[in-house]
């Protein structure tokens, strides 16, 4: 697939958060190259490339997929961020609560309401039905609403942003960043973030990224990620 049709692209995520590829350096044959360097070879043609890359994930020669780079803009509730940044290998720069005011509808409203689940303390199991999850819905929104209203009333007393933020919902709030990595550890995060025990409210922006980024911008390596990382179950 062209580039350009990717760059830009932006898909929504959750009720009001959004994945968008905003730069891309290389692809599949760019991979083999890397590994071909070895031996100062470049592509041998497409089945032999191929092969090529396949051997690379396989035997886990994982240096060569870090030479193919993305970069995302990302709107997503810190309930997200809050695990999203514990990837190490990748760069962020986030919008900054202390320059810009929060938007009155930026916070998270969840479309079901998961039950805890009574075997994993950190997972969910089943749903609330929609109706007993209305009352929940409406108290949310309430609360979000009072919470903001003492946002604007703090700012309005000349609180400053920085302490002001401190009335709103934390792990509710919408934040855009921009956050890059290698497509080696856009692996490790997908395969920990699109697995079942991830929580919902990173899976699926890793599923986005994963079907709508990574899999048209890399088609060879997410087959070879499939077979050998993703179905065979290697951590
Ligand atoms: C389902 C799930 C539940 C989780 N629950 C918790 C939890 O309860 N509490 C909690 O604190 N975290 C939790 N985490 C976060 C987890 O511990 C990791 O911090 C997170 O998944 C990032 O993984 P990583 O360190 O492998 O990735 P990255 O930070 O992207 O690093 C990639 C790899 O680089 C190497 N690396 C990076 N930095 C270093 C370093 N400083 N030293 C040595 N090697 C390094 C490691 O091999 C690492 O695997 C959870 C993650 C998941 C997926």
Redesign the pocket.
């Known amino acids: 697939m062209a580039l350009q049709t990717l760059i830009g692209k932006r898909i929504p995520v959750l009720d009001q958060g959004w994945v968008e590829l905003q730069d891309l350096m290389g692809d599949d044959l760019a991979i083999v190259n890397a590994a071909r360097v070895s031996f100062l070879g470049e592509s041998r043609g497409e089945e032999r490339d191929k092969r090529l890359l396949f051997y690379l994930m396989e035997h886990r020669h994982t240096s060569p997929f870090e030479q193919v780079e993305f970069k995302f803009r990302v709107r997503a509730p810190l309930v997200t961020w809050w695990?999203w940044v514990?990837?190490?290998?990748?760069s962020f720069n986030a919008q900054s609560g202390r320059y810009v005011p929060f938007d009155e509808d930026a916070f998270y409203i969840p479309a079901v309401w998961r039950k805890q689940s009574p075997s994993n303390k950190?997972a969910s199991l089943g749903e609330l039905t929609p109706e007993e999850g209305k009352p929940f819905t409406e108290a949310l929104l309430q609360h979000y609403a009072q919470s903001y209203a003492l946002y604007r009333r703090a700012l309005e007393a000349g609180i400053a942003r920085e302490q002001a933020r401190l009335f709103l919902p934390g792990f509710a709030v919408y934040y855009t960043w921009v956050a890059k990595v290698d497509a080696h550890?856009l692996m490790?995060?997908l395969q920990?973030?699109m697995?079942e025990?991830?929580?919902f409210e990173i899976r699926v922006y890793a599923q986005a990224i994963y079907e709508h980024f990574f899999k048209p911008a890399l088609p060879w390596t997410a087959e070879a990620f499939e077979q050998f990382v993703l179905k065979a179950g290697t951590r």
């Open positions: 695990q514990r990837h190490r290998t990748w950190q550890n490790h995060f920990l973030r697995a025990d991830a929580q």
